[in-house]
């Protein structure tokens, strides 16, 4: 349950900086200048840009968070069932229920 919770904040997470990034101005010559722009404008206005460097921060930092969660519930997840003391357990008890094999006669 909190795996899949944390899989998902992870993945809107990522979706979200991917976004943030690439609706961010170019700081050299990018496409806009290249074209006889004088000046890149963004689609929300000249505030903006303040706006998506914070949102890319908190981004990544969330990112960074949920991509070390995921890796301490992924090992903790990933042992193995024949470590587990159920499964040892189990195996003993079929190695005692083994019936012996009858002698051959000559």
């Known amino acids: 349950m909190l795996y899949s919770f ?12 991917i976004l943030v990034i690439l609706m961010q101005a170019g700081r050299g010559s990018g496409l806009s200048e290249m074209f006889g722009a004088n000046s890149t404008q963004t689609i929300f206005g000249t505030s903006a840009s303040n706006f998506l460097v914070k949102a ?25 069932l024949m470590e587990s003391p159920r499964a040892v357990s189990t195996e003993v008890e079929k190695a005692n229920e083994k019936e012996p094999i009858p002698p051959q006669p000559k």
């Open 6 to 17: 944390v899989m998902v904040i992870h993945i809107i997470v990522s979706l979200v900086l």
């Open 56 to 80: 890319t921060a908190v981004s990544a930092v969330v990112f960074i968070f949920t991509c070390m969660t995921l890796a301490i519930l992924s090992s903790q997840r990933s042992r193995s």
